[in-house]
């Protein structure tokens, strides 16, 4: 009974730590590269950051999410596009996530932006083609490319699988000593 018992908390734990993800982006452009990892909660993308590395506006944005205050009037449930103004143009995004997917965002896409009235919009085109639009003071540039999504696992998954490994050692240990004597 106690078994069952320990059996059912692990499978209560595990369908958790499912319900959220994390996932790391790529993007690659003709005149950008950028990455970054973000929270996907019931196929939304909650937080995260995305880092320029090369291209206009280099540096690091942090995600815009449905209920971020940086949100020009009221957040909408369900992945109902937002329009975030900029300086250099509205960026329209959905923070809709679908892993396992090509294309793994929608024409809305994801929105990351900084303080200083700059921001970035990955969005789709259709399959295997992304476009990177970088807004700002100035600066008005859209880039195609090619994106990716790779689950990353957490910390917490990796501890729970080696909690589960050794609680079916002992098990197993436990039982061949039933069955010597």
């Known amino acids: 009974m106690k078994i069952l018992s320990l059996i059912t908390a692990f499978t209560v734990a595990a369908t958790a730590l499912a319900q959220a993800q994390v996932f790391d982006i790529n993007f690659t452009g003709s005149q950008s590269t950028a990455t970054g990892q973000i929270d996907v909660v019931g196929g939304l993308a ?33 992945g109902a596009a937002q329009t ?34 700059t921001g970035f919009n990955l969005f789709s085109n259709g399959p295997g083609s992304y476009t990177l639009f970088d807004t700002g003071p100035g600066v008005y540039v859209t880039d195609n490319g090619a994106a990716t999504l790779t689950a990353t696992p957490e910390p917490a998954s990796w501890a729970l699988s080696l909690g589960a490994f050794g609680f079916l050692s002992l098990f197993g240990a436990m039982r061949s000593r039933l069955v010597r004597y």
Do not use: K, M
């Open 84 to 117: 975030l103004v900029l300086v250099g143009g509205d960026q329209i995004y959905d923070d809709v996530v679908t892993s396992g997917s090509n294309p793994f965002v929608t024409s809305d896409g994801l929105e990351f932006a900084n303080n200083d009235n």
């Open 46 to 78: 909650e937080s995260g950051s995305l880092t320029v590395t090369s291209g206009a506006n280099q540096g690091t944005y942090n995600l815009v999410s449905l209920t971020s205050p940086l949100i020009n009037g009221e957040p909408q449930e369900g």
